[in-house]
C-alpha cells in the first residue's frame, strides 16, 4: 500500500511568486491535516480536512494560504504571494478515522529567497 | 507559547543503555499523546501513544510513561541500537479539538555503537 505523497519535495522561489503544494493521501483515508515546520522550530497544524470539507483551519497563518481538497482526494496548498517567513517544510498527513493514527508525508521544503 | 515542549534539544546514548526523552505540557485539556520518530528527509513515523487514562503503554523496546499530574511524559528505549538515532517529537491532542496534533520542538538521539 502506497504511503502520504507529497510534491514537490522541493521548491525554490522568490518572494511574492506563487506556489502549490500538493499531497496525496493513502488511498481511503478521509481525513487529511497540513502542517509545517519553519527553521527547526516545532511542526505546528495549519489546518484538517474530512472529505472535502475543512474541519478546521485555526492553524492557517493568515490569507495567502489556500487549501483545497476537491472530491475529497488529493489536497492542494497554495501560497500567493510568498514571503520570506513561509520558507519551511510542509507535511502532509492522513488517517482513516479522525481518532487514528496519522500517517505522515516526507513533506515539501520549501524556501523563499 | 508552545504548549508541548522537550527541553533537551540533544541526547547522546551507548549502543546497549537505555534512552530517556522527555516531554512536558501545559494544556490539561489534552488526553492523548503520541510519540514520533522522524529520520532527515523523511517524514515524522509514529512510534507509540498513551491515552490520558493510561500511566504506562509498552510496546517492544519502547514504554511511553504518563504522569498527568506533574504533566509530563517520557519514552524510554530499552536497549537503545544505532538505527534508532533520529530526531522523536512529542505530541499531544485533546478530545474538543479534532485529532489536531501539537507538537513539541523535537529531541535529536544519537545511539553510539
Known amino acids: 500500500e502506497a504511503g502520504v505523497t507529497q510534491f514537490p519535495s522541493h521548491s525554490v522561489i522568490e518572494k511574492g511568486q506563487t506556489v502549490t503544494l500538493r499531497c496525496d493521501p493513502i488511498?481511503?483515508?478521509?481525513?487529511l491535516y497540513w502542517y509545517r515546520r519553519v527553521m527547526g522550530k516545532e511542526i505546528k497544524f495549519l489546518l484538517h480536512f474530512v472529505k472535502e470539507s475543512k474541519q478546521d483551519e485555526s492553524g492557517m497563518p493568515n490569507n495567502r494560504f489556500l487549501a483545497e481538497r476537491t472530491g475529497g482526494t488529493y489536497s492542494t496548498l497554495k501560497v500567493q504571494p510568498a514571503e520570506l517567513e513561509d520558507s519551511g517544510v510542509y507535511f502532509c498527513?492522513?488517517?482513516?478515522?479522525?481518532?487514528?493514527?496519522?500517517?505522515f508525508g516526507p513533506g515539501t521544503r520549501l524556501t523563499v529567497l | 507559547d508552545q504548549q508541548v515542549k522537550q527541553n533537551s534539544p540533544s541526547l547522546s546514548v551507548q549502543e546497549g543503555r537505555i534512552s530517556i526523552l522527555n516531554c512536558d505540557y501545559t494544556?490539561?485539556?489534552?488526553?492523548?499523546f503520541l510519540w514520533y520518530k522522524k529520520y532527515p528527509a523523511e517524514g515524522p513515523t509514529f512510534l507509540i501513544s498513551?491515552?490520558?487514562?493510561?500511566d504506562k503503554n509498552e510496546d517492544g523496546r519502547f514504554t511511553v510513561f504518563l504522569n498527568k499530574s506533574a504533566k509530563h511524559l517520557s519514552l524510554h528505549i530499552v536497549p537503545s541500537q544505532p538505527g534508532d538515532s533520529a530526531v522523536y517529537f512529542c505530541a499531544a491532542s485533546a478530545n474538543n479539538a479534532g485529532n489536531m496534533l501539537t507538537f513539541g520542538g523535537g529531541t535529536r538521539l544519537m545511539v553510539k555503537p
Open positions: 498527513a492522513s488517517s482513516p478515522g479522525a481518532w487514528a493514527e496519522q500517517f
Open positions: 494544556n490539561s485539556m489534552f488526553d492523548y
Open positions: 498513551i491515552s490520558s487514562i493510561k
Open positions: 488511498s481511503g483515508h478521509d481525513n
